[in-house]
Each structure stands twice: as C-alpha cells, then as structure tokens.
C-alpha cells in the first residue's frame, strides 16, 4: 500500500509559477513509475506527465511540453511537478499516481494509487 499527500497548490497569475510535491509512505516509492493527472471543472480527468521509477524516461502531454518538467527524489519518497509560464487553462485539481508501468501511464492505465489531489488556480 502506498499513500500519497500533495502540496504546492496555489492561485498564481498566468504567467507564473509553481512547483507541486507529492510525498509517498512506504519504502516500495522506488519501485513505483509515478505521474500527475489534473481534472477541471466539468471536464474528465486527463495525463500531464509520467516519469519511470529511476527518472530516465518522462512523458509530457502536448499541452504541458516545454512548461512542465516532473521529477523525482526516491530518497525523499517525493516526484515532483515544476510548473512555469502558466496558463488560466492550466487550472485545474493535480493529482498524482503510482503505477508498475510508465509505459501505460499516458493512458491512464494500471494505476494503482491515487493521491487525494490539490488545487491550481491560474488568473488572466
């Protein structure tokens, strides 16, 4: 079992920035490909961003490529979302996830954990 808490959320103006963590319990975090999702009001739930359980492989969907960056320090049992130039569509709940495959993440399949989710609110 792996849980997971977020932070970092925030109201900013577009343009700006924000950095948003999630912290995971149990020693298996490095085990665990993780990535962030976000849902909208009145939209589905859509992928951001994934990254492998070593950090050598990311994925970035088109919407975020270039302004979002995800890492991750298994030492800190943490992946982290670095968010720049944002938009008011960037608004939206974040969530992060833990899956056994990257690979699948994009898709939003085989995940296994959930965190509870935080807000981001982008101004214009």
């Known amino acids: 079992q792996v849980h997971m808490v977020e932070s970092g959320g925030g109201l900013v103006q577009a343009g700006g920035s924000l950095r948003l963590s999630c912290a995971a319990s149990?020693?298996?975090?490095?085990?665990?490909?993780m990535g962030w999702f976000r849902q909208a009001p009145g939209k589905e739930r859509e992928f951001v961003a994934a990254i492998s359980w070593n950090g050598a492989i990311t994925y970035y969907s088109e919407s975020v490529e270039g302004r979002f960056t995800i890492s991750r320090d298994n030492a800190k049992n943490t992946v982290y979302l670095q968010m720049n130039s944002l938009k008011p569509e960037d608004t939206a709940v974040y969530y992060c996830?833990?899956?056994?495959?990257?690979?699948?993440?994009?898709?939003?399949?085989?995940?296994?954990?959930w965190g509870q989710g935080t807000q981001v609110t982008v101004s214009s």
């Open positions: 149990g020693r298996t975090f490095g085990n665990y490909a």
């Open positions: 996830a833990a899956a056994q495959e990257v690979l699948y993440l994009p898709m939003g399949r085989g995940i296994l954990y």
